[in-house]
């Protein structure tokens, strides 16, 4: 039997300081240049060196305000601030790449859904079928209050948003334009059919739209769907919507516990439980041996700052964990920001050194630490021991972390059979669902809106 295919994504943001903070300081570190299409050309070229499936970028809107109250740590320490727009750098790397996926973050609280869609669709025929849209709500009240908002909306109530939202992308990206409309016949002078083309009405209790889709249809015509609520309210959502979940592990059985979840949630909207890719974010420090990447790991540590990452993940919580002693158990408060990211304080074992001591390397995520070798029995176990179908693929020091890891860590997956050693052809959807084609396949909630 063949081995399960290891899928890959390279994690960024448009901006310096991502999720392992203050490494930016690194003398090999070049996440200053992160405002050169220079910096975004290069990566993408390494990366489908490395046959990554994707480059997933992350985004915010707003700022992280709630530890301290204030933004100092995070602009000392550019902790996602300053941040560009992320759709804008899909055109330069799709120029320099031919199979590289781009996976957009656009939070759609703030977005007209009638303009996104344009420029989704726009992106989708420059990369010729290689964009995928990260879905998110937004939780920052920084964000709510930059936007006109008082507050953030109520969190499952933005899923309520959510849902209509993408009712109203799907009735652009798929009902809109018929798959034959466009006739770009000269003789005829008729381009497009004006009765295979369809105006969109909507009317509903967040949006109403009436008017033609902007754009011809698309190779994908609905980007591939991202998403990464793990909340009761957020799986519900994925179930009907996402193609690709994005979680967050610490331990490989509550990671098993929360890729059956995600599963669950696909088989009760009506689709297959492999209908869903899972992916989760990792660290990974590798070296030609155990020893050099352990000396790698120490080096990188004293470049990293603790605190900022602790600044980072009182923004996710809601929690201003500054007010806190350095052994004073913190309490749990619920919130409207992201509940996974509260669930593990529940327990009130949780202090600011505790916290301090996670955050040692600037992020909290999971880091493998070894030779080529055991890297790579690392990624395998997490595949099997979880169900995992991949994973997103942090930078510690960029390009480092993902240069180390194309050239030590690729080779030996392929050599066990866990790693593509070519692209597929097709869109980004063919290439995660090969038995697929480019468009959503008809079980998928958004197939119903076509003609």
């Known amino acids: 039997m063949a081995k399960k295919k290891i899928l890959l994504n390279a994690f960024n943001m448009n901006c310096i300081g991502h999720i392992n903070h203050g490494l930016w300081t690194h003398p090999r570190d070049n996440s200053t240049q992160y405002k050169t299409l220079e910096y975004w050309t290069e990566l993408a070229k390494l990366l489908e060196r490395g046959l990554f499936d994707g480059l997933f970028i992350a985004d915010i809107v707003g700022v992280y305000d709630v530890y301290q109250h204030s933004v100092d740590v995070p602009l ?42 344009r420029r989704m669709s726009t992106l989708d025929h420059l990369s010729r079928g290689r964009v995928g849209w990260n879905i998110v709500t937004g939780y920052l009240d920084s964000a709510a209050r930059a936007m006109g908002l008082n507050e953030q909306i109520e969190h499952d109530r933005r899923y309520d948003q959510a849902d209509e939202y993408l009712q109203v992308l799907y009735k652009l990206w798929e009902g809109s334009w018929e798959d034959d409309a466009v006739l770009n016949d000269p003789q005829q002078r008729i381009y497009a059919q004006p009765d295979k083309v369809h105006k969109v009405r909507h009317k509903g209790e967040f949006y109403q739209v009436e008017g033609y889709h902007l754009c011809e249809p698309s190779p994908q015509r609905t980007p591939v769907l991202f998403q990464a609520g793990s909340s009761e309210r957020g799986l519900q959502f994925a179930g009907s919507h996402a193609e690709c979940v994005f979680i967050s592990g610490q331990n490989k059985p509550s990671t098993r516990e929360q890729v059956d979840k995600v599963r669950a949630s696909a088989v009760a909207a009506g689709r297959n439980p492999d209908d869903i890719k899972v992916f989760m974010g990792i660290n990974v420090i590798v070296g030609a041996t155990e020893a050099e990447a352990r000396a790698k790991h120490a080096e990188y540590r004293e470049f990293a700052s603790a605190e900022a990452g602790v600044a980072h ?8 964990f500054s007010e806190y002693e350095l052994d004073e158990p913190i309490q749990y408060v619920k919130s409207n920001a992201i509940q ?8 009130n ?18 880091t493998l630490i070894g030779s080529p070798e055991q890297v790579a029995d690392e990624l395998e176990s997490w595949i099997a021991e979880t169900g995992l179908d991949g994973f997103n693929l942090t930078r510690i020091v960029t390009p480092e972390s993902y240069a180390d890891f194309i050239d030590l860590v690729i080779p030996e997956l392929q050599r066990r059979g866990s790693y593509k050693t070519a692209y597929d052809n097709g869109s980004l959807r063919e290439k995660l669902f090969p038995e697929g084609g480019a468009r959503l396949p008809e079980r998928h909630v958004g197939a119903s809106y076509r003609r």
């Open 76 to 117: 000392k320490e550019s902790i996602q601030l300053p941040v560009n727009d992320p759709l804008l750098l899909v055109s330069a790397m799709a120029a320099v790449t031919k199979n590289l996926g781009f996976g957009l973050t656009a939070n759609l609280t703030y977005e007209a859904p009638y303009l996104f869609a």
């Open 313 to 320: 993940f009182a923004a996710s919580t809601g929690i201003d």
């Open 340 to 347: 996974s990211a509260t669930k593990n304080l529940k327990n």
């Open 349 to 366: 074992d949780w202090t600011r050194q505790k916290l301090l001591d996670q955050h040692a390397l600037g992020g909290r995520y999971i």
